[in-house]
């Protein structure tokens, strides 16, 4: 008979630490709801979690439907003080990981981040919770199952993995047969929308870009090149007298050298003659010749140059 008394005696403390905790619940949602005074609310849930922590986790069902509860309405008071980017690690920091969240707290939370266009916050969280083999027989994981699919993966578009988790594990057990096939429907015509909506280019551009990429250099370019050649050639032969070469002399030879090269295909004055300088001199053909030999020299005489671009 003692022995019963024994093993009886902490009910009554447990119940009336329960009774606490709904007291508190009713002070939180009161504040919530009726005075919006969200902060005392969220604090109220606080303490209400201390009261929890101070019992031992019995197989009764009123422990897990409080602190959802409570759960539910700290939620609401986050999101009223503006404050939800903390929402998720706060449920977190209660269950202990997202696995043992329950179905009603996991759509809540994935609703909120939808609702605040920040869908990235639950992949990770709804992924594990949807692929936790003891949640698959929970009367919500439909719900969240499909919520994970149209407020998560689709808005991100993960169009593959919202077609794994259609066809695979999930799907098989949170949707019927004609379900999953509306949700791989849904998910196709996500990917024809994204696909119209990605510029593409039309096939003249295709055609236009692949010539511009194939093809090889033409006369002017090559003569370019030439003329680079040349340069890098007397730049090597004039090194030791840079020195000595007057600033004005040196940009009187870049201008020659510009005159050179700007001046050496007629055929497209409309690129390289803006300012319709088209008049080739009999000269042009000797610049090549001098324009290394007036950078070394002190004389005055530039004249001749000016005779072809007038």
């Known amino acids: 008979m003692s022995s019963l008394q024994i093993s009886s005696s902490p009910l ?26 969200f902060q005392s609310a969220f604090e109220t849930c606080e303490r209400g979690f201390e009261q929890l922590d101070r019992l031992v986790e019995v197989e009764d069902s009123r422990y897990g439907e ?7 309405v700290g939620i609401q008071a986050l999101a009223e003080l503006n404050q939800w980017r903390g929402v998720l690690g706060w449920v977190l920091q209660q269950y202990g990981s997202a696995v043992k969240m329950p179905p009603k707290i ?25 692929h936790c083999s003891d949640n698959s027989s929970a009367s919500g994981y439909a719900t969240v199952a499909e919520l994970y699919l149209l407020h ?46 990605s510029p593409s280019p039309s096939p003249e551009e ?6 511009n990429v194939t ?21 090597s032969l004039a090194r030791g ?29 409309s690129v390289l003659f803006p300012l319709g300088l088209q008049t080739v001199g009999p000269a042009e053909t000797d610049v090549a ?19 072809y671009v007038t």
């Open 289 to 307: 010749c001098h324009v290394w030999s007036i950078l070394p020299s002190q004389c005055d005489s530039v004249k001749p140059v000016h005779s």
């Open 66 to 72: 409080l602190k959802a509860s409570l759960c539910i």
């Open 206 to 211: 295709s055609s236009q870009m692949t010539t």
């Open 215 to 235: 093809k090889p250099p033409g006369p002017v370019v090559q003569r370019l090149l030439g003329m680079l050649r040349l340069l890098q050639r007397g730049i």
């Open 12 to 37: 009554p403390s447990i119940s009336s630490g329960l009774f606490k905790i709904v007291g508190l619940l009713d002070n939180a949602v009161e504040y919530l709801m009726v005075q919006k005074d």
């Open 106 to 130: 996991m759509q809540m939370c994935i609703l909120l981040y939808s609702k605040v266009g920040e869908h990235a916050i639950m992949q990770e969280a709804g992924h594990v919770w949807l």
């Open 152 to 197: 998560v993966l689709i808005p991100l578009g993960l169009t593959v993995e919202a077609q794994q988790l259609v066809s695979e594990e999930v799907g098989n057990a949170a949707f019927t047969a004609d379900q999953r096939q509306v949700a791989l429907d849904l998910i196709d015509s996500q990917k024809e929308a994204e696909r119209r909506l």
């Open 241 to 269: 007298r840079w020195r000595f070469i007057p600033a004005r002399r040196l940009l009187l030879a870049v201008c020659l050298l510009y005159l050179l090269l700007v001046r050496m295909d007629p055929g497209h004055s």
